[in-house]
């Protein structure tokens, strides 16, 4: 079962701050820079349309390029399984390591948990923890605002800290298989 697919689910409210937000990053800029380099400004209407352009633009196609780009970086990753073992769930994670965020894929199987890094991350170590390592697993905050932190805390307290999708859906399947 796949979990925490890489869709955006961006809807109209949250695409039309997007846009709002995009527009005034483009174009206050512009306009600024404007009044000071030549103390005028040329044509509001233009950079004011440019700046509409480019947040429809990145609000509708950015998102659209992101989401194939992940869908296609997470198809290509898979884990070596022993014979005995099968994925039961499996979804798109980013693990800390120091402090670069390693984007991959985080699988659960009957035996262990496995994170593999994508091909574009400059580190590419493999992280495989055996369940019966695992002393406990709890939800964290990502930059203490948003809950989609996980932290594997292992018995000697050593711990691997995530970001993933639908993250009481991987406490829980962890926790049942650690108990």
């Not at 884990?79 to 984007?103: H, M, R, W």
């Not at 691997?160 to 859906?169: A, C, G, L, T, W």
């Amino acid at each position: 079962m796949e979990i925490g697919t890489n869709k955006l689910n961006l809807n109209w409210k949250k695409r039309i701050f997007l846009i709002l937000a995009l527009f005034s990053f483009y174009s206050i800029p512009l306009i600024l820079f404007e009044l000071a380099v030549d103390n005028k400004i040329e044509s509001i209407e233009k950079i004011l349309l440019e700046g509409l352009i480019f947040g429809l633009c990145m609000a509708f196609i950015f998102p659209f390029g992101l989401e194939v780009l992940a869908k296609k970086l997470s198809n290509s990753i898979s884990p070596n399984l022993d014979a005995s073992e099968k994925i039961e769930i499996e979804g798109g994670a980013s693990l800390f390591q120091g402090k670069e965020a390693v984007g991959g894929k985080i699988f659960l199987t009957n035996n262990k948990m496995i994170f593999i890094p994508h091909k574009f991350n400059i580190q590419k170590k493999e992280l495989e923890i055996p369940f019966l390592k695992i002393k406990e697993v709890t939800g964290r905050k990502t930059a203490k605002v948003v809950d989609n932190g996980l932290r594997i805390v292992l018995e000697n307290d050593d711990y691997f800290d995530f970001i993933v999708n639908e993250r009481d859906v991987w406490i829980e399947k962890i926790t049942e298989r650690i108990k």
